[in-house]
């Protein structure tokens, strides 16, 4: 879309707001609108209520892993209201389930025997963005924890603690990513946070199932030593990120890639891997301006 620059006063330029963007965020003469600069870009954007984002949308026999996909996908995308269809009472189960674990402020406000309404009622605001980035850190910090607590003792008594936080990096990653789509921040430098989110998420996910095979083993003193460097490391990360600590990101990059060459075992490797990589786009990120 293109306008035309209009002379204003000495030296300012105007140009008019397209009507239809004006109405679907209930503006009116006099309202103030944020303008913002990325790159060789303007962002125009409005507090005010904006109208909500609806979709419909039928479940028939797709698989669980496609459906929960499914689901974290088009909240990402920024829809405020689902409805799904389906004929079969567990796949609308099993949907309920996944809105209320992993779709952050939604809640059920329907329900009907062919379908059931999933809504945006009390999603955190954008300014939660960099809290929320940090309770992701620290959830997986936790993770760490209760993983070599339950290998010390040969149990798996911290279960429950660790499904909650999986789900809750899984929410927090679903809500980072939705934020930036709806502020249109997914392009350009922005490219490098949403990285950032996925390799956070995936540390969390590949840690839970490392958590579920080796809680029970009884030669786990290599484990258990990889593991605590890889704790230490990834709180390096994370003071890191935080203190835009470049030499000490570097550090932390280079501890990673020295705990990968350790082909001790597949999930720890992994774990090292992904910890490496995410320092990528953390330096991309620190290189910008007001960022962090």
């Not at 950032?196 to 080796?214: E, G, P």
Request: net charge positive; hydrophobic share 35%.
């Amino acid at each position: 879309m293109e306008r035309k620059l209009i002379k204003q006063g000495i030296g300012g330029l105007t140009f008019y707001v397209p009507s239809k963007w004006g109405k679907e965020r209930n503006l009116k003469p006099g309202d103030l609108v944020d303008i913002s600069e990325l790159d060789d870009k303007l962002i125009l954007s409005s507090k005010k209520i904006k109208k909500k984002q609806e979709i419909e949308i039928t479940i028939n026999d797709e698989s669980k892993e496609f459906i929960r996909n499914y689901l974290n996908q088009l909240y990402r995308l920024g829809y405020d209201k689902i409805k799904i269809n389906s004929s079969d009472e567990k796949q609308l189960l099993l949907c309920q389930k996944f809105v209320q674990m992993f779709l952050l402020g939604f809640e059920i406000v329907e329900v009907k025997k062919d379908h059931f309404v999933a809504e945006n009622i009390s999603e955190p605001s954008e300014e939660k963005e960099s809290a929320i980035l940090r309770r992701m850190f620290l959830l997986i910090e936790n993770s760490f924890s209760l993983a070599l607590e339950d290998l010390a003792n040969g149990k798996q008594d911290k279960k429950e603690d660790m499904e909650r936080n999986t789900r809750k990096v899984t929410q927090y990653d679903n809500f980072l990513r939705r934020n930036m789509v709806k502020q249109n921040l997914a392009f350009g430098k922005q490219f490098f946070y949403w990285e950032f989110y996925n390799y956070l998420l995936l540390i969390q996910h590949v840690f839970f199932h490392l958590y579920q095979t080796k809680a029970n083993l009884r030669d786990k003193k290599a484990i258990v030593g990889r593991m605590e460097e890889l704790s230490k490391n990834f709180s390096g990360i994370y003071q890191a990120f935080f203190n835009k600590d470049q030499k000490s990101l570097d550090k932390v990059q280079s501890k990673a890639n020295k705990l990968y060459e350790d082909k001790t075992d597949s999930f720890l490797n992994e774990l090292a891997r992904l910890q490496y990589l995410v320092c990528s786009p953390i330096i991309s990120i620190l290189q910008m301006p007001g960022e962090v």
